[in-house]
């Protein structure tokens, strides 16, 4: 016991390297510059090898006029704008479909779920057919589906379907109105946000005099009439400065509204309906996860069912629920790069699509693109991890 | 240390092989006993599988010249399809030796893209093609229609140019491929399909009812279609620009691929020199002297190829136009051989 001090001290005096934790630090760095030797070459060798191969590198050319036109811009855009501004489209389409595609998903994937666990036969036994019929076709497949199931039936824009003088549906898309903001109607917003403020405040203090007396408030429906009510009021008071652009026939297409295109609606209908059966399984499981004593417990303290499930499953359930649920969303805005069949103009059909073949440019915007997934989805990781904590702290 | 010597070494011998490739297409080409041709494969008249499975068109023909002036067979040929979005990168990237895919020579891909166009086969322009029923007689009707047309190509960008230059909108409808924009075109979707006006005629017997769908007469671009190869390897560049010019050579000489053993004894001195019968002229291309006489004897002259294939008695039935001969008031003209 006594020599060991010593013993160790004259290793360590004569070799270093037999250290385990020397040998691994430097094993570690190792390998971290031959990893970073072989990047810093694989990007030599590629500019190398394009200079040599008399191809134009650089990202100047996101400053250069991008010539060509596109079917859904967000954000004003004309074939004069950049190849910068084609890229801020097809990221906007994209993360326009993949927001419309998550909200929608979630509700349709909760109510499956639920149902799915109906003790009514029927209903039980049609979403499980639902959600086994729907996962289990390649998703591609479907895009095109609901893409030619849409088009195909639908009329040309002068035989359009008319909705009360206001819709048109045709295969150009769907015409909606298009609201024209006028004088002071900053003021109905405004009147919306407070309203909200408001109601969430209601809401607290209802719950904390329930708490603590007993007495409940109906709080979500005096919320509800306030956020209706005080909008209009304001709107009322304003003297309703808003009106409506209806779309009208006029030549080939309607003119004036916003056209929802038939490529959005396909996209984003199939994104739905195929990630909600996925998400409908997740919640399924985190219901089934929640032991039967914590209802039996909550029928036995009289709450109704629908309570039961707000306020004592769905929270216990979402631990379960969550971590699955991050990699749904991310697989829903991989997968909405789909789009490139059937012409929605999103990222890759944009960017990585037209813009690729003009520009030429093709190592460039592969790598922005990939970068901007990356971007996109560690962002969504983020936001879902911190909501997962979140949960799984108050829960203990 | 090791691991960098390895690395050194790998990167050297990297560009030694990349360098190797570049500079010899010919010895590859001659090596692997093929031509790899890049065509379209979807498109009749420029290349497509026949009923039998042959590969036919003017850009298959094309590759043919190519094999026949080389190795004096022309079957010695690949045909790899590319779909338009990668065609320039395998070209590139070495996959295929040379891109015959009915391609606009512009001044970008030319200049920036490390590819080298060396000539025109087929002059064409871009066209509208609408549903008879719309009653449509010209382009300048098409204020506000939809167009549906392919990602990446020309055509979306002279499109807008038209559309810009005339004051008048469309909303434009973008698919990967030409055939998924034919076929949404026919559904409905769109109100004018737009590509050059071959590929429309091309599109156009492929689709229900041909009759029901009107070429419009206006021609909104300039489309000079011909094949590229890659960058950097001029004796490759000079063998597949001069198998061109010989194919538009030999039908201003009236050489074909009939009477091409008779014209061994002509006395026309350019017809002579043409065949290789007194000088060996393809040995500054590094081939054989009768280079163009195996082109003609297996493949034919171009107006020939383009009977065959594009011409009025072919499905697409398009009229010589511009693509005649200089001396018939075309634009096909090709420098001497001498």
């Known amino acids: 016991m006594a020599k060991r001090p010593r013993d160790e001290q004259t290793t360590w005096k004569s070799s270093r390297l037999n250290d385990p934790r020397i040998r691994g630090w430097l094993a570690q760095a190792a390998v971290l510059a031959i990893l970073i030797a072989a990047i810093v070459y694989g990007i030599y060798n590629v500019s190398h090898n394009l200079t040599k191969a008399g191809i134009t590198t650089g990202f100047t050319f996101l400053g250069h006029p991008a010539g060509f036109d596109i079917s859904q811009t967000l954000i004003p855009y004309s074939s004069r704008s950049t190849y910068a501004d084609a890229f801020v489209i097809g990221l906007l389409n994209t993360l326009l479909v993949s927001f419309l595609g998550m909200v929608s998903a979630t509700f349709l994937g909760f109510f499956l779920g639920v149902i799915r666990l109906s003790p009514n036969w029927i209903v039980a036994k049609m979403a499980e057919a639902y959600t086994e019929v729907i996962r289990n076709i390649p998703l591609l497949l479907q895009v095109l589906f609901w893409y030619l199931a849409i088009l195909s039936p639908l009329p040309g824009p002068r035989a359009a379907l008319n909705l009360g003088d206001a819709f048109f549906l045709c295969n150009r898309g769907l015409q909606i109105p298009r609201p024209v903001f006028g004088e002071n109607f900053a003021a109905t917003p405004l009147a919306l946000l407070a309203a909200i403020v408001l109601a969430v405040v209601i809401s607290r203090w209802a719950r904390r005099r329930q708490l603590k007396t007993g007495r409940p408030f109906p709080s979500l429906s005096c919320g509800l009439a306030l956020i209706v009510a005080m909008p209009l009021i304001a709107l009322a008071a304003t003297g309703f400065p808003l009106h409506w652009e209806v779309p009208e026939l006029s030549g080939f297409n309607f003119k004036g509204g916003i056209t929802v295109l038939p490529e959005l609606i396909a996209l984003w209908l199939s994104l739905t309906l195929y990630t909600a059966t996925f998400i409908g399984e997740y919640v399924r499981s985190g219901i089934l996860a929640v032991d039967k004593g914590q209802r039996e417990a909550a029928y036995a303290l009289g709450h109704r069912p629908w309570m039961t499930y707000r306020l004592i499953i769905i929270p216990q359930a979402m631990r379960v629920v969550t971590p699955p649920l991050i990699s749904q969303y991310l697989t829903l805005v991989k997968n909405s790069s789909l789009a490139v069949v059937i012409g929605y103009p999103d990222l890759i059909h944009v960017f990585a699509g037209t813009a690729l073949n003009q520009s030429g440019q093709a190592v460039e915007i592969i790598s922005i693109t990939m970068a901007v997934y990356l971007f996109i989805s560690l962002v969504i990781s983020l936001v879902m991890n911190w909501y997962n904590k979140h949960y799984a702290l108050r829960g203990q | ?338």
């Open chain 2, 1 to 338: 240390m090791k691991g960098i010597r390895t690395l050194a070494m790998a990167s050297a011998m990297t560009a030694l092989l990349v360098g190797g490739a570049v500079a010899g297409t010919l010895d590859t080409v001659k090596e692997k006993g093929y031509v790899n041709t890049g065509v379209s494969g979807k498109v009749i008249g420029f290349s497509s599988p026949d009923a039998k499975g042959e590969w036919t068109g003017l850009d298959v023909e094309f590759g043919r010249a190519v094999a026949a002036a080389i190795f004096n067979d022309p079957t010695k040929v690949r045909f790899t399809p590319v779909a338009f979005k990668e065609a320039f990168t395998a070209l590139q990237s070495g996959e295929i030796d040379i891109l015959a895919r009915n391609t606009t020579w512009t001044y970008q891909r030319d200049t920036k893209l490390g590819l080298e166009f060396v000539g025109t086969i087929f002059y064409d322009g871009q066209g509208f093609m609408v549903k008879k029923s719309l009653g449509v007689k010209s382009a300048a009707e098409l204020n506000g229609a939809s167009v549906c047309t392919q990602a990446g190509t020309t055509t979306e960008l002279n499109v807008s140019d038209y559309f810009v230059s005339k004051g008048m909108t469309y909303k434009p409808v973008v698919y990967e491929s030409a055939d998924e924009a034919t076929v949404i075109y026919d559904s409905g979707r769109c109100d004018v399909y737009t590509t050059d006006t071959s590929g429309l005629a091309a599109r156009r017997s492929t689709l229900g009812n041909p009759k029901d769908h009107l070429i419009l007469p206006e021609i909104i671009s300039k489309e000079p279609l011909g094949p590229a190869v890659r960058q950097g390897d001029q004796q490759w560049s000079d063998i597949v620009r001069w198998v061109l010019f010989a194919l538009i050579n030999a039908e201003e000489l009236g050489i074909t691929s009939k009477n091409v053993d008779e014209m061994m004894k002509s006395t026309n001195p350019a017809i002579q020199r043409f065949l290789g019968i007194d000088a060996n002229y393809g040995e500054y291309m590094g081939l054989t002297a009768d280079w163009a006489y195996r082109i003609i004897k297996h493949v034919g002259n171009y107006g020939e190829m383009y009977e065959r294939n594009v011409g009025p008695a072919t499905s697409l039935g398009l009229e010589r136009g511009v693509n005649a001969l200089w001396t018939k008031g075309g634009l096909m003209y090709a420098p001497p051989i001498r």
